[in-house]
């Protein structure tokens, strides 16, 4: 294939290496250094896609982060990414990409009828027509709209790249690499500044690149390349290319996002795609330039109509021209910037510049090359449906209200220039309040909000001059209150040219009889008419016309198009811009994947894993683990085919009648020390806590202020000033930071200590008839007796060598122990438990066979304590202390927590004694009431009851004091299920509690 | 991202800290007898300004110390951090 469009000689690729790829199935080639687009344009592809709305044919229009139309689908490494920017995409060799918005093909697209038919197709299109009838949505709309259009289809396959996130500090971070960033990072880092300079292209330099100057004597490309060679070599500066600063965030953080490997047809071995930064900058440099506004007039977005600095790039940077018979289209001198270039490459464009007769070195250099300029001439219309083959042009009067007579000239490119828009996005993003430039018809920012300072064009400075003087300056000054170093640096003679003032003029009127779509936003297809029409019916504030309108709404978020659909408001509804204000800049500048937001933080990694002490024996011993938390927690120890419930109901079984031992490692842990600990314990627990003595522990509930539990758990008095509290799992971390709470913000007159020993401490439960005497064989050199060890009793003892902490505590409800080791001995602990269990028949049970047992013996847990219920609730109310302050006391006095038909804890057992009942169902007086039928209460745990061999729940229920005996539903539409039931004391086993005492 | 500065570690990211509300809250002294209405915007009224406001902040994943941050609720600007036991003028 031979790139017809290429240049022999020029540009900043590397012609010693072609490249091979394919679009839209196609083979082509291009060169190393190219983009997609530029490879494409070289070869003479100018269509690439279909608009959004009309699925009119698109070409490029940008040669960057501004582009609206060339968005295609990449396929990388059997991988594919939507939404890639053609104009961002480097080149590398197999890349292959499609086009997409286009169905079945981008020369045939079935959308297109849409164009045809567009008079259906008004601003607030979509909310007005496929609003009704409703079920058409579903059916028709949907479907339709779906198949028709989007811009690329995402993966569904899991995506193997690995992403980074980094975090870095620096003194000063400067957005962009062009003549302000170049010359404050220069200047910085010579003081001494820890500088980050970003650029989100592959090569540093911006306008430099393309724009035809000097400075000390070097031509813009030399001179850039040799200060980034310099910045390069500093150890305190980093350079980066390919990264694009997107989002301004509070108190000077940055987020940049760094594109790694995206250039290359395979991520290397250890390298992550994309590289997400985190930066804490002291002060940061605003160098984002400007991006050219377009020009108005009818079929403007025909495939040829491209931006005249996009064109130049094209053509500087990539020795590609865009088209043979080019016609510049202006109201500015920029224009002429590109027709010279055009010209010193042999082509002969066509200038039209919508002034009078503006006068300036680079006017008469473009004269002085024979170079045809008509002054007062605009483009009227594009021609050509797949790309521009003529052009309507005329004179246009002074008052630019009257076109003359319209005559055509065959052109296959249209390049604009409706002058320069500054990038303040990041600026505004920062809380800047912009501020609108009238000599420039454009926002900058306004005062600093943050510690924020914009250069250059992004500040609308246009002479390279003083964009150098600025920048040198404010990378001094900024640098030196931080380093207080003041490296003066010797400013650099600027040859440059001067440009005349601009036209103000940026739409072309419709010439009579003529309907042409002049559109504003090229990505959403937002016309001229579509706005006029929003005003029509009323919306005003800009925001609502951006909504109603989509104007400035796609991926490119309006970077062409946002002050045109200002200018058009303001111009209709007679207002100057700055009253209709813009739109809210929000972070992302640009898209950013999905996968460099979550960085590393994927699958396992999304969360830290713990595991206990005794972790690998379970993993042996065929444990199916759950989440608890962030604990993994044996669930069940499968034995054969046995499912959850078969060996869940063995093992709670085996408690009952043996004796089980459970993983309680990751119980919560609080270690409390200090001589007013028994005072705190006082104050955060409901019960009494100060006469309880030395080896003895108790049960104890926590309120928060309001009233509602907290949690609970057991704490133990180690010694006089020594407590070993324990809290349930899942609020451990919560009870922690409550205990410090109030010992650092209100009793700080409190002597006391809290540390979490969560982790320092391996537990096992040893619960069943027989678990004393495994106890005895375990210690045999303590009296583990009913006397000499009671209900509720601690002793320290040896295991084997190993010290020891033994509780007589029960969550079971059996005669129960726990036993805590150091983490380091957990292991050995359980290893022991399990030899020396043998001839007691003892087996490890998992969390499902410990909720069977504490569901059927009524004992509370984290589905009862959900958040809502106090201790009545919970016929925890015994433990409510009459003589003494608590956390939350004052509260339980209110009226709802008195009332005296409150909700309660109660047993619930299905007539048959077969049905399971579902968690989550809700209890009814009558199941064929008609809807909403009342609610009573709500069924929190169920379990199948290995005491009673039927299924058991538990449920919080109104009244629930009074409705023992009675029978009611169960219902759950759900699972569509009603169950007839009988409610039961919650405490189905052991009523009386003589086990845990026996 | 807030960037605060912690009395006792220094400048630190959010993602350390735990935020704890108004820090303007004192809570009534135990076993003191209150009304209802007195509880009750102790627990539950908070003002939810605009503008200057001192709050909680709990250094989680640092030295677990509850601190005081003087914020702008609108701007996110620190004016002024302290330790939980400074009095503030
Ligand atoms: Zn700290």
Known sequence: ???????????????????????????????????????????GVHLVGRSFKYHRPRGFFGAGVDEPYAIVQLYRNNETEPNIKATEQELFEGLEAKSVNCWPSVNFDIGAINNFLKIFLPAGFYYKTFMWPKSFWYRVYEPFIRKAAGLGVASTKHDKERYEHKYEYCDLLITGSGPSGLASAYAAAKNGARVILAEDKPRFGGSLLTSDVNIGNQSGEDWANSIISELKEMPNVIVKNRSQVFGYYDHNMLVMSEKVSDHLPKTKKHHPKQRLWYIRAKEVLISSGSIERPLVFGNNDTPGVMLSSAAKEYLKVYGVIVGKNPLVFTNNDSGYETAIEFKKNGINPIILDTRVNPQSEIIDEAINLGIEIKFSYVVVAAQGYKKVSSADIAKISDDKKQLGTIENIKCDCICVSGFWTPTIHLASQSGNKTKFKEEIDAFVPGTSKQNETTLGAANGIFTLEETLKDSFMAGQDLSKKITNNDNKISFPNVVEKKSSQYDKFWCVPLPKGKNYKRFLDFQNDVAVSDIEIALKEGYRSIEHVKRYTTLGMATDQGKTSNLNGLQLVSEIENKVVPAVGHTTFRPPYTPISIGAIVGREVG????????????????????????????????????????????????????????????????????IKGPDAAELLNRVYTNAWLKLPVGKARYGVMLREDGIVMDDGTTTRISENHYHMTTTTAQAANVLSHLEYYLQLVWPELNVNVVSTTEQWAGAAIAGPKSRKLLEKLFPNNDVSNEGLPFMGYMESDLFGVKARIFRISFSGELAYEVNVESDNGQFMWEKIIEMGQEFQVQPYGTEALSTLRIEMGHVAGSELDGRTISYDTSLEGLISKKKDFIGKRSLNREAFTSSDRQKIVGVVPLDKKTSIPEGSHLVKDAKAPLPNKKLGHISASCWSVEHDNPFSLAILKDGKNMIGEKLFVMSPLKNKVIPVEIVSSHYVDPKGERVRS | MLHIKCPHCGMRSQNEFSYGGDASIKRPKLNKEISNEEWDNFVYNRKSLRGKHLELWQHLSGCRQWIKVERDTATHEIFNTYRADEEIS
């Open chain 1, 1 to 43: 294939m031979i790139q017809k469009f290429r240049l022999q000689n020029g540009g900043l690729i590397n012609r010693d290496k072609k490249l091979s790829f394919k679009f839209n199935g196609k083979t082509y080639s291009g060169y190393e250094g190219d983009t997609l687009a530029s490879a494409l344009i070289a070869n």
């Open chain 1, 604 to 671: 396992k990694h999304s969360k830290p894993t713990r595991k206990s002490p005794m972790h690998s024996w379970h993993e042996k011993n065929n444990a199916v683990f759950v989440d608890a938390g962030v604990w993994l927690r044996p669930r069940y120890y499968k034995q054969g085919s046995e499912n959850l419930f078969e060996a869940s109901k063995r093992e709670a079984k085996n408690v009952r009648t043996n004796v089980g031992v459970c993983d309680v490692t990751t119980l919560g842990k609080i270690d």
